[in-house]
């Protein structure tokens, strides 16, 4: 099995930063796209930023300029450095990965999601 396993978050006050990781780890053939989502309360689930194997990356215009996304191929991991945070930030985010897995000698391709971790900006 191929698991997505986030870290980072926490409590920050506005204008500060924070970083994510994501890990993938498991029988992981190839990963051609990863990225990061969020929710606030109340809210649908939305894109933030994500990056393909060949190298593009998409940012939701809110955190155009502020987030920056990046990749550590060798290390299966996904990153999401957020700064100039701002209370509308506040939110859960998921790590979601589009990954080839090698399954009983079969490849794959699978939609995963993380677990979640809170990002709070709040005074």
């Known amino acids: 099995q191929v698991q997505l396993v986030e870290s980072g978050g926490g409590l920050v006050q506005p204008g500060g930063s924070l970083r994510l990781s994501c890990a993938a780890s498991?029988?992981?053939?190839?990963?051609?796209?990863m990225g990061w989502y969020r929710q606030a309360p109340g809210k649908q689930r939305e894109l933030v930023a994500s990056i393909r194997s060949v190298g593009t990356i998409n940012y939701a215009d809110s955190v155009k300029g502020r987030f920056t996304i990046s990749r550590d191929n060798a290390k299966n991991t996904v990153y999401l450095q957020m700064n100039s945070l701002k209370p509308e930030d506040t939110a859960v985010y998921y790590c979601?990965?589009?990954?080839?897995?090698?399954?009983?000698?079969?490849?794959?391709?699978?939609?995963?999601w993380g677990q979640g971790t809170q990002a709070t900006v709040s005074s």
């Open positions: 498991g029988s992981i053939f190839s990963i051609n796209a």
């Open positions: 979601h990965g589009d990954i080839y897995t090698l399954d009983g000698g079969v490849v794959k391709l699978r939609t995963l």
